[in-house]
C-alpha cells in the first residue's frame, strides 16, 4: 500500500507511468525519512504524499525533510528530491514525468516544474451499466484525468535558456 499508482487499483495493470508513481513515492520516502502511510502522526500527516503536497502549497516544503537530519543537507537538493517525488507522483498518469525528465530535474539539468498547489484529484468515470448507451459514448479512457484550470505545460520541465 502507498506505493501503487491510483490507476492501478482500478484497472489491474501496471505501465512506465505506475513505475514512476512509484520511484516518486519512494523519493519522498527517502527526504522525509518516513513510509508512505504513517499512524503514529497527526491525522493531516497520515498520507505522506498528501502531506508533503500541501507543506508545498503552503511554500513550507523542507518541513516534510527527515528530522533525523536536522538541518544537514543541501536545501536545493532536498527540495528538488521532493518536487520531483510529487511529480512522479502525482495522482493523475498523464501529468507524470518520464524517469528521464525526473532524472534530469535531479541532476539540476533542467528547472523543477510548477506543480499545483493543492494536490489534484484524480476522478474516474463508471463503465457503462447498460450497454445500449455506450453508442452515445464518446471514446474515452478507462478513467478519467482531472480538470483543472491550471495550463498543463506547467507540468513538464524543459531545458531553455533565458
Known amino acids: ?8 487499483v ?14 516518486g513515492v519512494v523519493a519522498l ?13 497527526p491525522e493531516s500527516q497520515i498520507g505522506m504524499v498528501e502531506w508533503v503536497w500541501d507543506l508545498y502549497g503552503m511554500g513550507r516544503l523542507l518541513e516534510a525533510a527527515d528530522p533525523k537530519l536536522g538541518l544537514d543537507f543541501d536545501v536545493r537538493e532536498m527540495e528538488r528530491l521532493m518536487i520531483v517525488g510529487l511529480w512522479c507522483a ?8 518520464k524517469i528521464r525528465q525526473a532524472i534530469h530535474v535531479l541532476n539540476f ?12 484529484a484524480l476522478s474516474f468515470f463508471a ?8 453508442s452515445s459514448m ?6 478519467s484525468s482531472y480538470t483543472s484550470n491550471t495550463d498543463s505545460s506547467k507540468f513538464t520541465s524543459s531545458s531553455t535558456t533565458s
Do not use: W
Request: with cysteine.
Open 1 to 8: 500500500m502507498g506505493y501503487l499508482a491510483p490507476e492501478c
Open 10 to 23: 482500478v484497472i489491474g495493470k501496471t505501465s512506465k507511468e505506475s513505475d514512476v508513481y512509484s520511484f
Open 29 to 41: 520516502e527517502i527526504a522525509c525519512g518516513r513510509k508512505p502511510f504513517a499512524m503514529k502522526v
Open 90 to 97: 502525482h495522482p493523475d498518469h498523464n501529468f507524470r514525468p
Open 109 to 120: 539539468e533542467a528547472p523543477p516544474p510548477i506543480l499545483p498547489q493543492k494536490q489534484p
Open 127 to 134: 463503465p457503462p451499466l447498460n450497454t445500449t448507451s455506450t
Open 138 to 143: 464518446t471514446s474515452q479512457n478507462k478513467y
